[in-house]
């Protein structure tokens, strides 16, 4: 649909061109060609900057206009990709063929200027060459070889967006303005999360270097199974940041957030050799964003539910499993039979089966849930046990400074980016009024000078950027003080049941985790459980 819109666009823009242009190129003593190839650079232009205007609207992982239309950011991000990619093919085409026509017409001056009032060549020239710099880093065989220069390399957005507005003017340029203002206060929100610490409860550690990292979270926080979120640990490295899966229930977890790690890259490693070390650290310093997830999940509409995963593939099932364990233990509803396909490679990932039951005071039956695990192991024909480690929790101590995962915007969110939304563009629109009446006004009006479009477009960027900050930070604090409020309530009120925790003498402490084999819960899960060695999974006969 998208591209037929693309195409219609061009040929009727195109069409109305060639009427337009047929009596002027006679008289100016141009060819026929020449006028129809700067029409057709013209229209092209025009196209890219319909793909530009819907560029940002799936980046904005916050977004509540993608959760509207039932979409998240990961399953968005492919219309990203193929708007980017035909916005950057047509400006390609389109400053290409400006280049042949000024070589056609002996106007090669034009490549440099930049003139006071009008198109900015030299801006142009200069977003072309810094979209062609993500373009070329983000095909995939080039994304997958060297992902950390393509995520780099696409933060020339900015000046990539910065430079556009200079090449087309501020008036023009507010055809992409909708997406791209949602985008910039959703990236401004993130990065205030992300400046904050979080507290760090505890992690599991398994043999089979799997590592569960349990947040402690605001009460408030709600989220859908299958929601991910993104970590930064500074110990380890301040810019990467890695999206991963929450496996925790916020309902069947009120006070806790969980993700589950698997040690394969070398940042991954790195955490894995931290929590494993002989001397476990008393305090890890982690930041987060989001987390972000469907607007809802249908998993009560069906009968049953057949989930196939293959290694840490599991960690999404893990949150709908717990999901469906509280649905069965607090309603009265039915809940769908689940038949769990998993595929290890090695005995010892079998370990990731426990993290399927989340580490709680509360015993739930899992026999209410109607879960079948078929479990294979593929390079191994027999269970191989020997010298074999038990899976450990590492507690953390608390720390003043770090904060509990909870919504950027509070339980309100929809109400307060609404709010931003619009006191921002109030905001802005009486800067540029006043701006106008008082500085641009008086230099246009009765007089041979004209303010230059250069300075006019960026003295409105600055203004856009500058009423966001404002109202999203205004926001953002207001929330994060009614947190801290409700937290303090919670520490007042676990400080009367502080003798049921861990003692605070043991500093960073280890806990055998086979004390859980010996719960119900867990001889449940054995017996809805069948390990089959030496062969893969048959899905057709299942």
């Known amino acids: 649909m998208f591209i037929a819109l693309l195409i219609w666009s061009f ?3 195109l069409h109305d061109m060639f009427v337009y242009y047929e009596q002027p190129a006679a ?3 141009e060819k026929m060609w020449q006028a129809k190839l700067q ?3 013209l229209v092209l232009g025009i196209s890219g900057n319909i793909c530009l205007a819907f560029l940002f609207f799936p980046v904005t992982r916050g977004s509540s206009m993608l959760r509207l239309i039932g979409l998240t950011s990961e399953s968005s991000i492919k219309y990203h990709i193929w708007l980017g990619h035909s916005g950057l093919t047509l400006f390609m085409a389109h400053g290409l063929c400006y280049i042949i026509f000024w070589a056609g017409t002996h106007q090669t001056s034009e490549i440099m200027k930049w003139k006071k009032v009008g198109v900015a060549n030299v801006a142009g020239e200069v977003a072309l060459l810094f979209g062609l710099a993500m373009w070329v880093t983000s095909f995939p065989r080039m994304r997958r070889k060297n992902f950390e220069l393509f995520f780099y390399t696409h933060y020339l957005y900015i000046l990539f967006v910065v430079f556009f507005v200079l090449h087309v003017g501020f008036t023009y340029s507010c055809t ?3 997406g791209f203002y949602l985008f910039l206060i959703d990236r401004l929100l993130r990065f205030l999360q992300s400046q904050q610490k979080v507290g760090l409860v505890s992690a599991r550690v398994l043999p089979c270097q799997v590592m569960e990292l349990n947040f402690s979270k605001s009460t408030g926080l709600i989220y859908n199974a299958t929601s991910s979120m993104f970590i930064n640990v500074p110990g380890i490295s301040k810019l990467q ?6 496996t925790s229930n916020s309902n069947l977890e009120p006070e806790k957030l969980s993700v589950v790690i698997k040690s394969k890259g070398s940042w991954s490693q790195k955490l894995y050799e931290k929590l494993s070390s002989p001397s476990p650290m008393d305090r890890l310093e982690v930041s987060i964003e989001g987390p972000y997830g469907p607007a809802s999940t249908h998993f009560l509409r069906h009968d049953m539910l057949l989930m196939v995963s293959g290694g840490s593939g599991i960690t999404p099932f893990i949150s709908i499993i717990r999901e469906l364990l509280f649905i069965a233990a607090t309603r009265s509803c039915k809940t769908p039979r689940v038949l769990l396909i998993a595929a290890f490679k090695k005995s010892v990932d079998l370990t990731m089966l426990d993290l399927l039951l989340p580490v709680s005071d509360t015993t739930y039956d899992i026999s209410d849930l109607q879960l079948r695990i078929e479990a294979y192991v593929t390079r191994e024909k027999e269970p191989i046990t020997d010298n074999q480690k038990v899976h450990q929790i590492i507690w953390f101590k608390p720390n003043d400074l770090d904060a509990p995962v ?3 915007l509070g ?17 802005f629109l009486l800067l540029i009024g006043i701006l106008t009446q008082y500085h641009k006004y008086p230099i246009d009006h009765d007089t041979n000078m004209i303010y230059s479009y250069s300075p006019r477009s960026a003295l409105n960027m600055l203004f856009i950027c500058l009423s966001i900050v404002i109202t999203a930070t205004a926001a953002f604090l207001w929330n994060k003080k009614q947190n801290v409020k409700e937290m303090r309530q919670i520490q007042n009120m676990d400080l009367r049941t502080s003798m049921t925790s861990p003692g605070p003498g043991s500093g960073s402490r280890l806990y055998n985790a086979d004390r859980e084999l010996e719960s119900l819960a867990q001889q449940s899960f054995v017996q809805a459980t069948t390990v089959h060695y030496g062969e893969k999974p048959n899905l057709e006969s299942k």
């Open 27 to 29: 008289r100016m003593g």
């Open 176 to 178: 992409m303005l909708p």
């Open 406 to 408: 909870s919504a950027i």
């Open 39 to 41: 029409s057709a650079a």
């Open 11 to 13: 040929s009727a823009y």
């Open 241 to 246: 940041w890695h999206p991963f899966t929450v």
């Open 411 to 427: 339980s309100n969110s929809w109400l307060w980016l609404g709010a931003i939304i619009s006191c921002s563009f109030v905001i």
